[in-house]
């Protein structure tokens, strides 16, 4: 990923911590909101598919993405909020994908 994105988690971490604090609430907080950025994700994939009768199609494929693009910015925002380098968390994360792949 470009280090354009870990500076920016970062930034919006620190952003967060002067605005709202860091105490366990806060961290609860930006835990949940990555619930509640995968309702809208769903919400949008709904809205592709025109699920709901009464309102139709409402969204489009890049809709969804940006939606998603979301939820992973909202998990390195909150890896960040634990005191951890998000980078090394999903690298590792990564890391483990691919030796599972590997076999």
Request: glycine share 10%; hydrophobic share 45%; charged share 25%.
């Amino acid at each position: 990923m470009d280090d354009s994105i870990w500076a920016a988690a970062r930034a919006a971490r620190s952003w967060l911590d002067g605005a709202n604090g860091t105490g366990q609430t806060e961290l609860t907080c930006r835990i949940l909101k990555l619930t509640e950025e995968a309702g809208e994700a769903s919400a949008a994939w709904i809205g592709l598919l025109g699920q709901n009768p009464r309102k139709g199609v409402t969204h489009t494929r890049e809709d969804v993405a940006a939606e998603l693009a979301d939820v992973a910015f909202t998990a390195l925002v909150a890896i960040e909020s634990l005191g951890l380098d998000a980078q090394a968390v999903v690298g590792a994360c990564a890391g483990k994908v691919r030796s599972r792949l590997e076999g």
